[in-house]
């Protein structure tokens, strides 16, 4: 198991916490936001702690994150995002369903989340950043 830190508090943070938990080797800790955004404490049962200090909480050396950022301005807030994360030093974590449908040898970027019921065919490569 591999401690993952959540960027997100929305819908789709608590969608990726789920599937991490059900379906993964990541141990999901925490929820970070940026602090200026920061409305609650909690998200499922979990500290929801600013970015501008989670590597005090959570150090680069032990956890993973994951951006659970939507679709905002064409994506450039995750992009954003991402980028700051790996500044800090993250490893960025990436999520493929256990029952989506891929080939060995499918290439697939950081921050990437593959739901059930995809089917990526042969030759494919999926760059970062990317929710399927």
Same mark, same amino acid.
């Given at each position: 198991m591999r401690d993952i830190v959540i960027f997100g508090?929305?819908?789709l943070a608590e969608i990726i916490a789920f599937y991490l938990e059900?379906?993964?080797n990541y141990k999901v800790r925490a929820f970070s936001v940026d602090g200026m955004y920061l409305k609650k404490e909690k998200l499922l049962g979990r500290d929801i702690i600013? +970015?501008?200090e989670i590597e =005090? !909480? !959570?150090p680069v050396t032990n956890c993973s994150m994951f951006i659970a950022l939507g679709y905002a301005k064409m994506n450039? =807030?995750?992009e954003k995002k991402l980028n700051e994360a790996k500044t800090k030093g993250y490893k960025i974590a990436k &999520? @493929? &369903?256990s029952k989506a449908i891929v080939y060995p040898d499918l290439n697939i970027g950081e921050n990437t989340f593959? +739901?059930?019921n995809n089917v990526v065919q042969p030759f494919v490569t999926i760059g970062s950043n990317? @929710?399927?």
């Open positions: 508090d929305g819908d059900k379906d993964s600013p +970015f501008e =005090n !909480y !959570y450039k =807030n995750r &999520h @493929i &369903h593959l +739901f059930e990317n @929710i399927i």
